[in-house]
């Protein structure tokens, strides 16, 4: 009888190490529904497949700052707004607890954007950054053409929920989503910036794909 126990035993423990396995794989999103795809590998990802586009902003330091700044590193992006009363200090704090748990690794970084830049100058931003703690470098918080700053927003990491609805640049955009963005530029993620288990989850979501390479 054991000899017949101990292989149903070994087949146990190697399907449930695969099904651990098959979890740590993250979708890609290419629609504002997001709507997953799945690829086992990067090679595997189609060549024409949705990602962020080229981009040139100013940081809080008053630097150019632009996709290549984030080559080949792992980033969480959000809207905010430095005079934000309402929900932007949440995800302002939320978005610490990120930095905090990838302070010393050089492969992840946070790109926050002003949806208020005729406002938010590089010293505003320069201001709040050092009343919240942020970390030049690691963190940058971005200013520069209204245009292309909603462009990005909405048609490349669809950060708004408002599904179908027609909106131009005189429309705000206000969202208090994150976005987990791969070495590739691909969106790999949607989260709750207001909700503490959702930043725990896109936390090990950031190891997941570090893991991955």
Known sequence: ???IILPIIILIITASCSQKEETKLLP???????????????????SNFHKIPSFGLLNQSGETVTEKSFENKIYVADFFFASCPGI?????????????EFK???????????VTPAYDSVSVLNRYGSRNGVI???????TGDREEIYNLG???YFAEEDLGLQKSTDD?????????IDQNRHIRGIYNGLNKTAINQLIEDIKTLKKAG
């Open 136 to 142: 030049p470098g690691k963190w940058h918080l971005v």
């Open 104 to 114: 010393t690794d050089d492969e992840v970084l946070l790109l926050s954007h002003s």
């Open 154 to 156: 909405r048609n490349y």
């Open 28 to 46: 890609y999103y290419d629609d504002a529904f997001f709507t997953p795809k799945w690829y086992t590998k990067a090679e595997e990802v189609p």
């Open 1 to 3: 009888m054991k000899k």
């Open 88 to 100: 932007c200090p949440k995800m302002t704090a939320n978005m610490t607890i990120i930095q905090e």
């Open 172 to 180: 705000f955009l206000h969202t208090e989503n994150f976005l987990l």
